[in-house]
C-alpha cells in the first residue's frame, strides 16, 4: 500500500519500528515561519522526530527591514552537535537537513554533523537545500556561501533542492527550457547528489498562470505542475518544500512520489495563505496539508 494511504504516525512506524528522525541545521526566527520555524512543525505534524539545530535566532525574517537577534558561529553549531552526540542518539536519526548558511564556518560545522551522522549511521540521508538566491532577489547571501555550497555541501548531500536560479547558478547553464533544466539537473547530480527537487520552475512548457516542480533521480525526471497563486512576499515556503520532499522520500524512497506529496502539501499551504491575504505563511493554520492535501496533482514523466 502507498505510503500516503497510510496514516502518518503508521508509516513513521515502519522506519526501524520507531519515529523517524531528522537532524534539522537551519536559521531560525521567533515571528514567522522560515528556516527551522518553516521545516520543523510540518516534519513533526507528519509523525517525525526533529532535532532542530538553530544556526541564527532572529525576532523575524530579515525581509521586513529591521530586526534583532545574533547570528551563531560555526563552535556553537559544532557544541550543540557535541552535545546531541554525547546523549548517544545521531545513530538514531535517518537524515539531517540543512538550509541557509551564514557564514562559510557555518557551512563547514553542518558538513561536520553530516559526517558524524554518517559515522553513526551509513545510512542516513543529507539533504541540502543550497539556499543562496531567487529571481527577484538575486543572490542574497553573504560572500563566500555560494562557492561553499557547489564546492562542498552540494557534492556531500543524497539530495538538493535548489530553487530555478539556483540551479542556475550551480551549475552554471541556462533553464529557460525543459531540455535546458533537465540538463542542468543532472549536471548537479554529477557533483554528487542522487536526487535533485526544483522549486518555483517556469520554462519554455510552463503555460501561462502555472508553476511546475520537477525531480530527477536515476536517469528520469518528473513533473509536477500547480495553478500559480497570487500571493504577497511570503518567506519560508522552500524551506518547508524541502522538509516535506526529504520525509516523503524517507517513508517511500521514490524522488516521484516524494515530489507528488510535497507538492500537494506547499500548495494547500500557500492557497491558504494567499486567501488570507498573509505576509507569512499560516503553518499552524495549515497543517492539515502536510498530513492529507486537499488537493493533489498528476506526476508527470518528462
Known amino acids: 500500500m502507498p505510503f ?15 519515529a523517524m ?20 512543525f510540518p516534519m513533526q505534524r507528519m509523525g517525525v522526530e526533529v532535532l532542530p539545530v538553530h544556526t541564527v535566532q532572529f525576532s523575524n525574517h530579515t525581509g521586513y527591514g529591521a530586526w534583532r537577534g545574533r ?13 546531541i552526540e554525547e546523549r548517544g542518539v545521531l545513530g538514531g536519526c535517518d537524515a539531517v537537513l540543512s538550509g541557509y548558511m551564514g557564514s562559510p564556518d557555518i557551512g563547514t560545522a553542518i558538513l561536520d554533523a553530516v ?32 562557492e561553499l555550497m557547489r564546492e562542498r555541501a552540494v557534492p556531500a548531500a543524497d539530495i538538493v533542492t535548489p530553487n530555478q536560479f539556483e540551479l542556475n547558478l550551480l551549475s552554471g547553464q541556462p533553464t529557460g527550457t525543459l ?32 508553476i511546475d516542480m520537477m525531480a530527477g533521480e536515476g536517469g528520469q525526471f518528473w513533473r509536477v505542475r500547480t495553478p500559480r497563486l497570487e500571493l504577497k512576499a511570503v518567506s519560508g515556503a522552500g524551506d518547508a518544500v524541502a ?51 486537499t488537493k493533489t496533482f498528476p506526476i508527470e514523466a518528462v
Do not use: W
Open 4 to 18: 500516503a494511504k497510510l496514516g502518518y504516525q503508521a508509516a513513521a512506524l515502519l522506519i526501524g519500528g520507531s
Open 21 to 40: 528522525k531528522v537532524l534539522s541545521i537551519q536559521s531560525h526566527v521567533a515571528y514567522g515561519h522560515v528556516g527551522n520555524a518553516s521545516a520543523v
Open 71 to 83: 547570528v551563531f558561529d560555526g563552535p556553537a553549531i559544532e557544541e550543540v552537535v557535541q552535545g
Open 115 to 146: 559526517a558524524k551522522v554518517r559515522a553513526a549511521n551509513p545510512k542516513a540521508l543529507y539533504c541540502c537545500d543550497p539556499v543562496i538566491g531567487d529571481t527577484y532577489s538575486g543572490v542574497y547571501v553573504r560572500p563566500g556561501i555560494a
Open 179 to 210: 531540455a535546458e533544466a533537465k540538463a542542468a539537473a543532472s549536471a548537479i547530480q554529477a557533483l554528487g547528489p542522487r536526487v535533485v527537487l526544483v522549486t518555483s520552475v517556469t520554462t519554455d512548457v510552463t503555460p501561462e498562470g502555472a
Open 243 to 293: 522538509a516535506l520532499f526529504l520525509v516523503h522520500y524517507l517513508r517511500s524512497g521514490s524522488a516521484a512520489t516524494a515530489l507528488g506529496m510535497a507538492a500537494a502539501s506547499i500548495h494547500g499551504l500557500l492557497k491558504q495563505t494567499a486567501e488570507a491575504g498573509s505576509m507569512e505563511l499560516l503553518t499552524v493554520e495549515a497543517q492539515d496539508e502536510f498530513v492529507s492535501p
